[in-house]
Structures are given as structure tokens and as C-alpha cells.
């Protein structure tokens, strides 16, 4: 793990990079296997879900007899912290609903929006080295409130064909409609194309590694909406020497786990604090269960140490992290001038898995400086706004003048003509 001490601003953007791959490379390998779904649908996600999970497959979705086993084989335990979570999530989403209001721009003239939900929507849920169950709360969940008719959710089997328990408990919970045993990039195309089972969606939501991000980019195209661009995850961590060094290094090592090329960074103006995180963080190091990824997680990893408040600031926001953790004595203050992050968690006591998995907010944050463009995912990612608008004889009066000398401006008669011909009646 690298120490930054006082870096020219200069060097600040590639102090920001992330150790993300280019997936443009990835781009022929991509547009193979979503041809052949696109062409062959069933037969082609089958022969890939051997070739790339290796499993055999009869059928690719989930049967109730495997979602009644599932509920037989999550603990009661974890039965109850998948319902807790999913309140809370449940809670914070459904207070982000809509409320329209009509608006008379002028008089005789009154627009509105209202929202409505997207029909038809495909959740992605990796497979890969953890079982991502708190995902599908954090995209199902709000696709629920918002009334999606059809949430289908695509995740890759183990080689027995079996998709874990934890995930097919957290799909029921959640009220996904069905449920498909199929990764990485067929699963995309799956949803993007339709086949013989699988659904054809609306918009893609999900985490993946770099061939679903790439095919995820490809079907946005022309095919279908994705949530956001994607990349591997990040968090920052800004301290003082108020902050607790065994917090930051749980905070940094906590990110880090979730893949080798996951980033997590410390930045700070108190250099007093760097050498107690360092032990901290290779304390709790040797613990972890998951230490090898850890491990290469942390190798483009740094601490950066600057000059002052205003500079940690202001880095921060030219960073834009997918988490932010504020662990400071005026944490508030700082939290008040972020302006490019996907959640922040502000205060010594609020860990970012708090955010992964139960206070409530949304886990599903751009990444890779996205924050400066992106929200997270949220229940209006649901949701689409149409407008509405209505007209009197009185407003067309009033606003007619105006929208002729529009149309003439741009050299559109037509348009004018619209206006011209009813006013003529009135």
C-alpha cells in the first residue's frame, strides 16, 4: 500500500485513477456471445453457462421446489436480518415516491408530470467468490415500490446447477417474479434480447465483473436501458486525529475484500495518524478469512496525506469515491461541502457495510468518478416521468403569438400552421 505525503495538485488525477480495465478490449468477445443469444436464445445461454460456469443445464429458471428449499436452508438467523434490511431499504425508497403537481405556465395553459413505472426490468446478481443476496433487496426492492409489472433477476448456478439459498430467499422476499440461473454476459444478452425463457426487459440493473460491464455497455446502445456505467468498487476515507485508527482500517479492509481490483483510499492532513492505521490495518489483516484478495485489493491502495482541510475537500471531490466515510470531529462541516460522491457515511460510528446491507440507502453507486454525472440507484431508476399538457381556447390565445414567432424563427411552417389554424377558429 503506497503513502502520498503532500502531492502537488498537479499529480492529483493520478493519484484519482482507479485500477480499472479497459473494456473496449473486451468488446469482440462480448459481441460474440450476445449474437449468438440474441440468435439462437435458450440454446446459446445454456452452451455458455457449461462453457463459462460449467454446469449442465435443463432449464434456466428457478423452480419452486428450489425456492422452497432455499427457505429450508437459510438459517432463522439470517432469515430475519434479510427481512430487517429489507424494511429499512423498503422505508428510505418508498419515501423518495413522486408527487406531481399541475402548473398553469400561463393562463389557460397547465402542465403536469406523472410518474409511472418501467413495465418490464432485469436484475443482475453476480456470483463469483460471495453470495451478493443484499443486492437483490437493494434492486429489487425499490423496483417493487415503484410497480414494476415483471422483475427479473439473472444469476449464475454453482457446478451442481443450484443458485445459493441466501439469494433465492432475498429474491422471494424482495417479490421478484422469476428467477434464472444465468452469468455474466449470456445473462445480459438474455435479458436484452429475450429467448425461449427468459423475458425480455426494459433496463438492466446490476453489479458484474468487466465482461458484464462491457456487454452491459453494448446493449445500451440501441437494445435496452442500463442503471449505470460500472466498475470495481471504492471507498474513501477522509480522518483527523480525532478519528479512531482500528475504525479506518476496518472501513479501508472492509472495501478491499470485495475484489482484487477493489480500491480503498485514506486522505488526510494529519500525518500523526498514518503509522497507527498501517499497524491497524495489518492487525486485522491476518484475521480476515478473505486475505488473499484482500491483499491485492490493497496493493493499488494508498493513504494520501495534504496540507490542509480545503485540500482533502477538494481532492475528494475531484476523486468523486463511490463511498465516502467522514470520520473527523467536524464531519458534518466536510459533509456540507461534498459535491461528487455516491453515499456518504459521516461520523465515527457509521461503517459503510451499514450502507451495504441495512440502514436503508441504496448500495448501488457509480463508480470509477461517475459521481460526478450519476446518482446511485434509487427508486426514480424505476421509474420514467411523462409529461402532460392541456390548452384552452383562452391559453392558445395567450401563448400563440409566442409560438408563431418560434416556428417562423426556425424556419418551421408547419409548426406555426399548427397554431395559426386554431387560433383562426377561435
Known sequence: MEVIKYPSREDWASLAKRPALDVTTLFDTVRTVLDEVRLEGDTAVKRYEEKFDKVRLADLQVSEAEIQEARELVSEDLKQAIRTAKDNIEKFHASQRFTGQKVETTSGVTCWQKAVAIEKVGLYIPGGTAPLFSTVLMLAVPAHIAGCKEIVLCTPPNKEGKVHPAILFAAETAGVSKIFKAGGIQAIAAMAYGTESVPKVYKIFGPGNQYVTAAKQLVSLKDVAIDMPAGPSEVEVIADETANPDFIAADFLSQAEHGADSQAILVTSCEGIVAPVIKAIQEQLSKLS????????????????????????????????????????????????????????????????????????????????????????????????ITFQEITAEGLKNLGGTIQIMAAGEQLDAHRNAVTIRLNTI
Open 290 to 385: 478473505r486475505k488473499e484478495i484482500t491483499e491485492k485489493a490493497l496493493e493499488h491502495s494508498r493513504i494520501i496525506v495534504l496540507k490542509d482541510e480545503l485540500e482533502v475537500i477538494d481532492f475528494t471531490n475531484a476523486y468523486a469515491p463511490e463511498h465516502l466515510i467522514i470520520q473527523t470531529a467536524n464531519y458534518s462541516h466536510i459533509a456540507g461541502q461534498i459535491e461528487n460522491a455516491g453515499s456518504v457515511f459521516m461520523g465515527p460510528y457509521t461503517p459503510e457495510s451499514a450502507g451495504d446491507y441495512a440502514s436503508g440507502t441504496n448500495h448501488t453507486l457509480p463508480t470509477n468518478g461517475y459521481a460526478k454525472a450519476y446518482s446511485g440507484v434509487n427508486l426514480d431508476s424505476f421509474i420514467k416521468k
